[in-house]
């Protein structure tokens, strides 16, 4: 009910954010970029959306075969769906909406939750190292494209995007360490909440719950590599769906032609500000940090604003599509009758 009573109200604040940054850029030169784009640059960047969500799909599919979990695509797309909608709701476009896509899969394929869970933590790692990897490389693109301006007039935002990457590749060899080493670092990190006195509860039984889940990730990545590589690379591949947005947004309406090294310095920026989001989307942190980035390229405000408004048009789409799903799996958890859609699958 508080998580529900929070949306109500950061949702129409995001709103008001959006919109009192149109007013400062200005209604008529935003509309008039919004114009300049055309239905086929909004079209462009929906279908890279549509993309990425199919291969956030084909990856937890590969993942999943290893395990025997046999659920049909089109449920692991809704999953997906409602799993995005959730990260563009809560505090980081990373994190947010995986709890809601192992109720989703497992109430619809009848799969016990926690065995669902290392699916989508594995896929999540894969995901972290994937990402770490092309961040990285976009963040030294973008150092060396424009060294002149990040270690000169804006050097503390160049130290920032330094720090940002070596950070991350750090964060990538302990993921990495854990997973080949077979590390538990959730079962310790619950272990420890345990013995506090408020949660002892709470987290009771939790533990070996969650050692088991990190055995099967492990286990996954270990040894079922062909597995692991078919959806590294389907996740890889859907960050650069997200990188080609603006240069698909800008091509398909404006009729122009963005390189390499803008390309790399919105997309580190964007991913930065996307981390830490304190509002549905990131409205107000994203906006102000984008509109500096583009004009750093070369473009106008009114049409870094409409770019944005783009980006926010397929969220909003997102998170409608994801909640008509959520509403559908919760109408039947409230019921108590699943969707009846698969049979248990048959356990090896």
């Given at each position: 009910?508080?998580?529900?009573?929070?949306?109500?109200?950061?949702?129409?604040?995001?709103?008001?954010?959006?919109?009192?940054?149109?007013?400062?850029?200005?209604?008529?030169?935003?509309?008039?970029?919004?114009?300049?784009?055309?239905?086929?640059?909004?079209?462009?960047?929906?279908?890279?959306?549509?993309?990425?969500?199919?291969?956030?799909?084909?990856?937890?599919?590969?993942?999943?075969?290893?395990?025997?979990?046999?659920?049909?695509?089109?449920?692991?797309?809704?999953?997906?769906?409602?799993?995005?909608?959730?990260?563009?709701?809560?505090?980081?476009?990373?994190?947010?909406?995986?709890?809601?896509?192992?109720?989703?899969?497992?109430?619809?394929?009848?799969?016990?939750?926690?065995?669902?869970?290392?699916?989508?933590?594995?896929?999540?790692?894969?995901?972290?190292?994937?990402?770490?990897?092309?961040?990285?490389?976009?963040?030294?693109?973008?150092?060396?494209?424009?060294?002149?301006?990040?270690?000169?007039?804006?050097?503390?935002?160049?130290?920032?995007?330094?720090?940002?990457?070596?950070?991350?590749?750090?964060?990538?060899?302990?993921?990495?360490?854990?997973?080949?080493?077979?590390?538990?670092?959730?079962?310790?990190?619950?272990?420890?909440?345990?013995?506090?006195?408020?949660?002892?509860?709470?987290?009771?039984?939790?533990?070996?719950?969650?050692?088991?889940?990190?055995?099967?990730?492990?286990?996954?990545?270990?040894?079922?590599?062909?597995?692991a590589r078919t959806a590294f690379v389907a996740l890889f591949v859907g960050h650069v769906t997200v990188f080609l947005k603006p240069a698909a947004f800008f091509h398909l309406g404006a009729r122009l032609d963005m390189?390499?090294?803008?390309?790399?310095?919105?997309?580190?920026?964007?991913?930065?500000?996307?981390?830490?989001?304190?509002?549905?989307?990131?409205?107000?942190?994203?906006?102000?940090?984008?509109?500096?980035?583009?004009?750093?390229?070369?473009?106008?405000?009114?049409?870094?604003?409409?770019?944005?408004?783009?980006?926010?048009?397929?969220?909003?789409?997102?998170?409608?599509?994801?909640?008509?799903?959520?509403?559908?799996?919760?109408?039947?958890?409230?019921?108590?009758?699943?969707?009846?859609?698969?049979?248990?699958?048959?356990?090896?």
């Amino acid at each position: 009910m508080r998580r529900m009573l929070s949306l109500a109200i950061t949702i129409p604040v995001a709103a008001l954010i959006i919109v009192a940054i149109v007013y400062v850029v200005g209604f008529r030169k935003t509309l008039d970029a919004v114009r300049q784009a055309g239905p086929m640059a909004f079209a462009g960047v929906g279908a890279l959306t549509a993309i990425f969500l199919v291969l956030q799909s084909a990856a937890w599919a590969a993942l999943n075969r290893p395990i025997h979990h046999r659920v049909r695509f089109h449920t692991l797309l809704g999953a997906v769906v409602v799993g995005l909608a959730g990260n563009i709701l809560t505090p980081s476009t990373f994190l947010g909406g995986e709890p809601l896509k192992v109720v989703y899969v497992g109430r619809t394929a009848h799969l016990p939750y926690h065995e669902v869970a290392g699916s989508v933590v594995l896929s999540k790692y894969l995901e972290a190292i994937s990402f770490i990897f092309f961040f990285s490389f976009s963040t030294i693109v973008a150092a060396v494209s424009y060294r002149d301006v990040l270690f000169g007039p804006l050097f503390a935002l160049g130290v920032l995007i330094l720090v940002l990457g070596a950070v991350s590749l750090a964060f990538c060899a302990v993921l990495w360490l854990s997973l080949s080493r077979r590390w538990h670092p959730l079962a310790a990190l619950v272990g420890w909440l345990a013995r506090l006195p408020l949660l002892t509860g709470y987290f009771a039984g939790l533990r070996e719950r969650a050692a088991k889940m990190e055995d099967q990730v492990s286990r996954v990545f270990c040894e079922e590599a062909a597995a692991a590589r078919t959806a590294f690379v389907a996740l890889f591949v859907g960050h650069v769906t997200v990188f080609l947005k603006p240069a698909a947004f800008f091509h398909l309406g404006a009729r122009l032609d963005m390189g390499l090294g803008e390309l790399c310095l919105i997309f580190v920026v964007g991913q930065a500000l996307l981390a830490f989001q304190l509002t549905p989307a990131g409205a107000g942190t994203l906006d102000g940090g984008l509109i500096g980035t583009f004009a750093l390229v070369g473009l106008s405000e009114a049409q870094a604003m409409a770019f944005l408004l783009c980006l926010r048009f397929w969220d909003a789409a997102v998170v409608g599509g994801g909640t008509i799903l959520a509403t559908r799996v919760g109408a039947h958890l409230i019921s108590g009758r699943g969707p009846h859609e698969e049979e248990p699958p048959p356990r090896p």
